[in-house]
């Protein structure tokens, strides 16, 4: 799964202490802005100052995301989705700064469709080419391994140990003719996988792709919602059609209709 797995294991091992120290860092940062009118800062220099401090708060706020990945691994994927269009805009600050927002955001639903598709498509294609790349009990005690996920014994696995005292576990992952297993040795119960229960740091670099395309997806349909021109006479038919007055006034035309029928039976 990429770098994925080492970058998990770097920041909790290494640096996720600082997770507690940086978000009160800028916690006071933002405040000290708030505090100077930082939106009043109007002049050349001033603006370039700003850009800069409003770039150090986008990056430490992703630096703090990665720190507490381990504890929050949905943290990423929200940071995706929230970053993903933030992106859009700076790409359209940066080389369409003439053009009309509602413009450039019509421009980006094919795209952004084809890219959900596109990336939706390989990740089912990489799951199905090798059995190693499913999700199934042999994938979770390996990615957990490898993010760095402590086993948690409780009072219910403490003979789940390798020896008394140790942190490892007593079941191991072998390879056996290109195929990962895992071996439960003698007085080791199966059942002692549990210990990696709420380790879903594995599971979130797995599934990763799947929540991208999703996303992506999403925005493709925002972005649809917003074109902009004339419609013609098929998408003024669609626009009356999703109406939600629609059918309450083809329900009346036809009891109209049945009425007046009615009357000239009479």
């Not at 490898?146 to 390798?162: F, I, L, M």
């Not at 999403?218 to 013609?232: A, P």
Request: proline share 3%.
């Amino acid at each position: 799964m990429g770098f994925g797995e080492q970058i998990y294991y770097a920041t909790s091992e290494s640096f996720g202490e600082y997770a507690y120290g940086l978000a009160l860092s800028l916690a006071v940062f933002i405040f000290g802005l708030y505090m100077l009118d930082a939106d009043e800062w109007t002049s050349h220099n001033g603006k370039i100052f700003l850009y800069i401090c409003m770039f150090s708060i986008v990056g430490g706020v992703v630096l703090l995301v990665l720190l507490i990945a381990d504890r929050f691994p949905y943290g990423t994927v929200c940071l995706f989705a929230v970053m993903y269009p933030l992106w859009l805009l700076a790409l359209k600050l940066m080389c369409y700064n003439k053009k009309d927002t509602r413009t450039f955001v019509s421009w980006l639903s094919g795209p952004l469709f084809f890219t959900s598709i596109v990336i939706g498509v390989t990740w089912v294609a990489w799951v199905f080419s090798d059995p190693d790349n499913e999700w199934n009990i042999v994938a979770r005690m390996v990615a957990a391994e490898r993010t760095g996920c402590e086993p948690n014994y409780g009072d219910n696995y403490e003979d789940c140990r390798k020896e008394e005292g140790s942190e490892e576990t007593c079941f191991y992952v072998e390879k056996k003719d290109g195929k990962e297993e895992l071996v439960f040795p003698d007085g080791c119960d199966q059942s002692c996988t549990n210990v990696y229960s709420n380790c879903l740091n594995g599971f979130i670099l797995w599934i990763g792709p799947v929540l991208v395309s999703m996303v992506t997806f999403f925005l493709s349909f925002f972005c649809t919602f917003l074109r902009t021109g004339e419609s013609d006479s098929i998408g003024t038919a669609k626009a009356s059609f999703l109406r939600p007055n629609f059918f309450i006034v083809l329900t009346k035309k036809y009891v109209n209709q049945q009425r007046e029928h009615e009357k000239r039976m009479c």
